[in-house]
């Protein structure tokens, strides 16, 4: 940074999400960053710093806003869990992601009693 720089904004990707930031997960192998918030996940170049064209995901309203983010090492799987109790994964490799599973999480109701 160049000190006639200072409070001037130098980079700016453009406007990725239409709701405040949620969470962000690297991709380090897709060189990919994954961006939530709201009830969508937009992807981001490493390389270009710009949204991936084609790539991205807009869950049901229903499920619930994304609350976090989290790529498997090998790159491959993007999970996220939403603020509705919902995990959901998407296989990255290939385009654009596709929906793997999703299931909602909830408390199984206790056994009835039997005497």
Known sequence: MHPRELGEEVFSSGRTLTDPLEDV??????GRLAVAGGSCVRFISTSTWN???????????S????????????????TLTTRGGNVVSFLSRGPPVALCSACVLQRAPPPPHTH
């Open 63 to 78: 499920l619930g806003n994304v609350s976090t983010l989290t790529w498997t090492r090998d790159g491959a799987v993007l």
């Open 25 to 30: 997960a690297v991709n380090y192998v897709a």
């Open 51 to 61: 949204e991936v064209p084609g790539e991205g995901v807009n869950l049901d309203p």
